[in-house]
């Protein structure tokens, strides 16, 4: 099929994780925007990236004394970006700030832009700071160098853009950018409104209410952020109070969800929205030569035991590191179950732990190994608590419960590929797709999921993995938490465990198939592919 010429595509995201120790990524959103620029450079597909050069990142998170997440933040320097010579400045709260553009390619990414605002002529360099760190006026600030100033940098370096992608809401003041650049051309509101439409796609992350972020309209004028808009032309767009998902929804084309079946969720969520764009679903995928090992790749065609001694390699180093951070010594033939995620209510961190009658004695003797590790918001109390609860498991079974402090990059593919297991159980279907999972079932790391996120699309049930329980949601949470413990329990007890120990054969042709399975479906390569089809090209 002949093919119309490859969009030039800008991609948007407050964060990107390209490389461990680069810190200007948070977690999941960040990592697979990091893993979207890679996939893009290695398909010589024509698109960068616009994102901010924090100066602190998000929060280095440590366990004080007591268990308890301490937060500090320590001030960054890059001696591998590239100065672009420019400087490009936006109005906030009516004062100029300049953003200076920093260009970064070195890790196999497409071009990614940085802007800067920790600059001796800015009365406000704070604005680049701390990733997430603040709300209120800070936030939209950080939303205004994103959105403005990225368009801005495009422009100056003269880069031509067909598709705008906004990655999350928080670019979406680049699409009042976008429209005021057409109204100072003479456009009228309506016609900006849609002609921009036609240049933006938007993914939408979070199938949590609170988690779509909103502002008071107040607070974005007073801020700057309406540019040549009114008050009730901002309205129009996003609500009073003015929410970045619905503002995002109506000023694309097309938009998407990350799973299929968030897809289903993000569609109920938003479908009193008027004149929002469709939300179709594309699956995330991930950069498969950074997360999986290649000897895990090359092993699948040979005999039982050379999949085994490389996964017991990985397994290895996990162990080792965990001794070297942790001074705890696991133990290589017993099962090694890992967790890690950001520390919410919703995920459930310490599900597995609910019943410690069952869990207890498996820990005591050490047949099951849990190594655990994930931060909490800085602001977050509750996620604090969450990462407390765990550093206490620790304590109280030191041989067999490890809480890997200040989860990054380098503790992810440690994980993913080192654990046995890979257990994952949000309150379904709270999780929107879950790249871990795909990281580790494509090192042979098999999944014991609840069927959220990307999971209903790869699982067969004790063949390339498990599911806990089914796709039934009881009516309120203290039930689902109490059908889901079971069901986990269940699950870990007479399948996981039995296998593990006594049916290596099975395990092996698991890990075989959980690998199989996945590595081209939840490969970013495919998904860049869908993105390409049924966003950038959709007429
Ligand atoms: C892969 C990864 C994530 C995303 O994982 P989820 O499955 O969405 O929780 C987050 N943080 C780090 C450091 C990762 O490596």
């Known amino acids: 099929m002949k093919r119309r ?25 960040g990592i697979l925007a990091g893993d979207y620029l890679k996939g893009a450079k290695d398909n010589a597909y024509p698109l960068v990236g ?14 004080n004394d007591q268990g308890i997440p301490v937060d500090t933040y320590p001030i960054y320097h890059y001696d591998f970006l590239e100065d672009t010579g420019i400087t490009v400045e936006v109005m906030i709260r009516k004062r100029p700030v300049f953003c200076k553009v920093w260009k970064c390619n070195q890790f196999g990414n497409a071009d990614l832009y940085l802007l800067d605002t920790d600059l001796p002529e800015n009365e406000d360099p704070w604005i680049t700071g701390q990733l997430y760190g603040w709300f209120g006026e800070e936030r939209i600030a950080q939303e205004m160098v994103l959105g403005i100033g990225g368009v801005r940098a495009l422009r100056a370096l003269k880069i031509p853009v067909d598709i705008y992608h906004f990655n999350e809401g928080h670019a979406l003041l680049a699409g009042i950018e976008l429209m005021s650049e057409k109204m100072d051309r003479g456009l009228s509101y309506e016609a900006a409104w849609q002609t921009t439409k036609k240049e933006i796609v938007f993914t939408t992350h979070t199938p949590v209410v609170q988690g779509n972020e909103s502002h008071p309209l107040d607070r974005l004028m007073y801020m700057g952020a309406n540019l040549n808009l009114k008050r009730n032309q901002l309205q129009k767009l996003g609500g009073s109070p003015f929410n970045m998902t619905v503002g995002a929804l109506r000023l694309s084309k097309i938009s998407n969800a990350v799973a299929q079946l968030h897809g289903i969720t993000a569609n109920q969520m938003w479908k009193d929205i008027k004149d929002r764009s469709e939300i179709i679903a594309i699956t995330n995928g991930i950069h498969v030569p950074t997360w999986v090992d290649a000897k895990m790749l090359e092993a699948i065609d040979k005999s039982d035991s050379i999949i085994w001694k490389a996964h017991q390699q990985n397994k290895q180093k996990l162990i080792n590191f965990i001794e070297k951070r942790k001074g705890v010594k696991l133990d290589k033939n017993k099962l090694l179950i890992g967790f890690s995620r950001r520390a919410v209510p919703y995920k459930r961190s310490d599900l597995i732990f609910s019943n410690l009658r069952i869990i207890g004695p498996l820990l005591k003797s050490g047949k099951v190994q849990l ?14 608590l969450i990462v407390q609860k765990l550093a206490s498991m620790q304590k109280k079974y030191p041989n067999s419960v490890v809480f890997l402090e200040n989860y990054d990059m380098e503790i992810g593919a440690l994980l993913t590929r080192g654990a046995d297991v890979w257990l994952n159980n949000p309150r379904r279907p709270k999780e929107a797709s879950g790249t871990s999972g795909m990281k ?6 098999l999944n014991l999921s609840i069927l959220d996120g990307w ?33 986990l329990y269940t699950v870990l007890l007479q399948k ?44």
């Not at 190594?371 to 604090?384: A, E, I, Q, R, Y």
């Not at 580790?440 to 790391?445: E, I, K, Y």
């Not at 049930?461 to 069901?487: C, F």
């Open 5 to 29: 010429k490859q969009p030039t595509v800008a991609y948007f995201c407050m964060e990107y994780g390209l490389k461990s120790d680069f810190h200007i990524y948070a977690g999941g959103l």
């Open 50 to 63: 616009i994102g901010i050069k924090w100066k602190q990142g998000y929060t280095t998170q440590v366990l």
């Open 496 to 539: 996981v465990i039995p296998t593990y120990y006594d049916d290596r054969k099975k395990w092996i042709e698991m890990m075989r198939s959980s690998i199989l399975t996945t590595r081209e479906e939840f490969s970013v390569d495919r998904m860049l592919d869908q993105y390409d089809h049924l966003m950038y090209r959709k007429n």
């Open 440 to 445: 580790a079932s494509m090192n042979g790391v």
């Open 455 to 487: 999971w209903p699309e790869a699982c067969q049930d004790g063949i390339n993995g498990w599911q806990i329980g089914d796709e039934s949601v009881p009516p309120t949470e203290a039930e689902q938490d109490d059908q889901d413990r079971k069901a």
């Open 371 to 384: 190594v655990f590790s994930g931060k909490g918001h800085p602001l977050d109390d509750t996620g604090k």
